[in-house]
């Protein structure tokens, strides 16, 4: 089992929508959450942590369920500029705080 | 400047050579890190290094060496390469445990 799973896409919206992505960890040693962004052939870059109480930046809401093992990225309102590949992210504080990587989702908002 | 600068951005070499990717940061992080990412697979940990004395493996550290020449400076060695090394390498340093990480722009490596 993969430590990181994710969603398999690629999720095609049109723009407006609301879209939804979903992902389970298997390391319950993990402490700390991410999302990253990854545009085509470019760098990976955060797009924000994951908090347990849930937090909001924008059009964004990401989700924490320590219990289920389970992370979630909101997007409301979809723009064009959101096309891109979402990376679901955990740190595993007990290994000295590596990252391991989802295989990432692919979301593309067509007009 | 960038935060964390990759050279080269893009190597085309043939199978059996000695390549060498380099990796230098100014952000001042002791954690240095290096991925490949191959499609389908994401992003897989190389080696890592939280000091300059401080060099672990990942889980894929087979064929590749790395050397941590300074607190800035982290490079990776394809000592023999071979073309399923093909792939997008990228370095990242992070400032502590639990932060997240701040990627270079990758090197598109081709093994021939």
Redesign the interface.
Known sequence: RKEVEQDPGPFNVPEGATVAFNCTYSNSASQSFFWYRQDCRKEPKLLMSVYSSGNEDGRFTAQLNRASQYISLLIRDSKLSDSATYLCVVNLWNQGGKLIFGQGTELSVKP | DADVTQTPRNRITKTGKRIMLECSQTKGHD?M?W?RQDP????R?IY?S?DVKDI?K?EISDGYSVSRQAQAKFSLSLESAIPNQTA?Y?CAT?A???????????T?LTVV
């Open positions: 954690r890190y991925y389908g697979l994401g992003l940990l890592y939280f672990n990942g997008l990228f992070s502590t445990a639990n932060y997240g990480y701040t990627f270079g722009s990758g598109r």
